[in-house]
């Protein structure tokens, strides 16, 4: 095994728990809350699949999925607090879109030389991702960060243990 084999394995198991945690869930119980003060499951899914591209952009001009009009805008930071179902996503749309972000992802790191990924990181992610490998880490890793917040809702919503 080669640092870009545990990556993609990282990243498989990263979306494999995600979408699992999500693959029975409904359109309108995307919208639910975990809890007080965290956003909506679909924003929390749109902000993975955009952050994804950005990252990947950062340390391969170019290579990410091109996403749809206003969905970055839909999903950003500003829009945390919109419970508007209209300004987000079917659940099928977000998996098309991790789909084609994952896999614009997975090519460029397949064309990536190896040791550039010993190279530094952007200098706007060196404080926690200090070379180009670490943030690809990143990128496999952020989906199980948001992971744990889908348990509470399907706990609410009497889905069983799936994982």
């Avoid at 869930?25 to 952050?51: F, K, N, V």
């Avoid at 950062?58 to 300004?87: I, Q, R, W, Y």
Wanted: net charge negative; aromatic share 8%; charged share 20%.
């Amino acid at each position: 095994m080669n640092a870009k084999d545990s990556i993609r394995g990282t990243m498989d198991m990263s979306l494999f728990v995600l979408k699992t945690y999500f693959g029975d869930m409904t359109d309108a119980e995307l919208m639910q809350h975990p809890g007080p003060g965290c956003q909506h499951l679909a924003w929390q899914l749109g902000h993975l699949i955009s952050s994804e591209a950005h990252l990947l952009s950062t340390v391969c001009p170019g290579a990410a999925a091109e996403l749809p009009a206003g969905f970055v805008e839909n999903h950003s930071k500003e829009a945390k607090g919109c419970d508007d179902a209209a300004k987000f996503c079917t659940k099928q749309e977000y998996i098309d879109l991790f789909d084609k972000t994952r896999a614009a992802t997975l090519a460029a790191l397949e064309s990536l030389p190896e040791a550039r990924l010993d190279e530094p990181a952007p200098e706007a992610f060196r404080a926690y991702c200090p070379t180009v490998g670490a943030l690809f880490g990143l990128i496999g890793t952020h989906p199980m960060m948001h992971a744990g917040q889908f348990v509470p809702v399907r706990r609410a919503l009497g889905k069983p243990v799936v994982i």
